[in-house]
């Protein structure tokens, strides 16, 4: 069935490193690719999105491509803030109008 | 903001009762779509409405139902409550043939049985 795989955290960084959180996900056909965010007590927000194959998104520093090959849309950022401190979530949706799957989520916590 | 709106924020109730969710989408999108959060099982598909009608259903146990109003609001039903029923409930709302299948999501109900 169509599933996606993140890595587990929690990720530990300081302020100003370099994030990567990987994720993979299987599924018939050409799925929408996005990543949520989930802050400290508040409800999921869309972070980016990719519709199609060697689409990047990106949004707020952060990025992902859509890599068909590899089945992947890993999130990376360039220089992490305390800010960003949240639970993120990988998550793909085959068809319009179709449910989101989502992956496990990653707590990614960034120290001052 | 993400234009859904989701009541009661907190729920605490006891084990063997019944609550409602209510879930108020952004305005003009049909589709309405529950979700449930919890620790050992992540973030899973519920149910969807569109338009009144149920059109898809996913790991929803018999003891919960939904359903979706004229004015297009949804309400989730849940009975018969288990401790392991406490969760975060959210719904989200779409805009059906949105070419980015994007889902707007609420701020969620946290929902403990005790």
């Known amino acids: 069935g169509n599933s996606v795989t993140q890595m587990e955290g929690p990720v530990t960084l300081s302020e100003e490193a370099f994030l990567t959180i990987n994720c993979t996900y299987t599924a018939t056909g050409y799925p929408s690719l996005f990543w949520y965010v989930q802050y400290p007590g508040e409800g999921l927000q869309l972070l980016l999105k990719a519709t199609k194959a060697d689409d990047k998104g990106s949004n707020k520093g952060f990025e992902a491509t859509y890599r068909k090959e590899t089945t992947s849309f890993h999130l990376e950022k360039g220089s992490v803030q305390v800010s960003d401190s949240a639970v993120y979530f990988c998550a793909l949706s085959r068809n319009r109008d179709d449910k989101i799957i989502f992956g496990k989520g990653t707590r990614l916590h960034i120290l001052p | 903001d993400s234009g859904v709106t989701q009541t009661p924020k907190h729920l605490i109730t006891a084990t063997g009762q019944r609550v409602t969710l209510r879930c108020s989408p952004r305005?003009?999108?049909?589709?309405v779509y529950w979700y449930q959060q919890s620790l050992d099982q992540g973030l899973q598909f519920l149910i969807q409405y569109y338009n009144g009608e149920e059109r898809a259903k996913g790991n929803i146990l018999e003891r919960f139902s939904a359903q979706q109003f004229p004015d297009l609001h949804s309400e989730l039903n849940l009975s018969s409550l288990e401790l392991g029923d406490s969760a975060l409930y959210f719904c989200?709302?779409?805009?059906?043939?949105?070419?980015?299948?994007?889902?707007?999501f609420g701020p969620g109900t946290r929902l403990t049985v005790t």
């Open positions: 989200a709302s779409s805009v059906v043939g949105d070419s980015t299948y994007e889902q707007y």
């Open positions: 305005s003009g999108d049909l589709s």
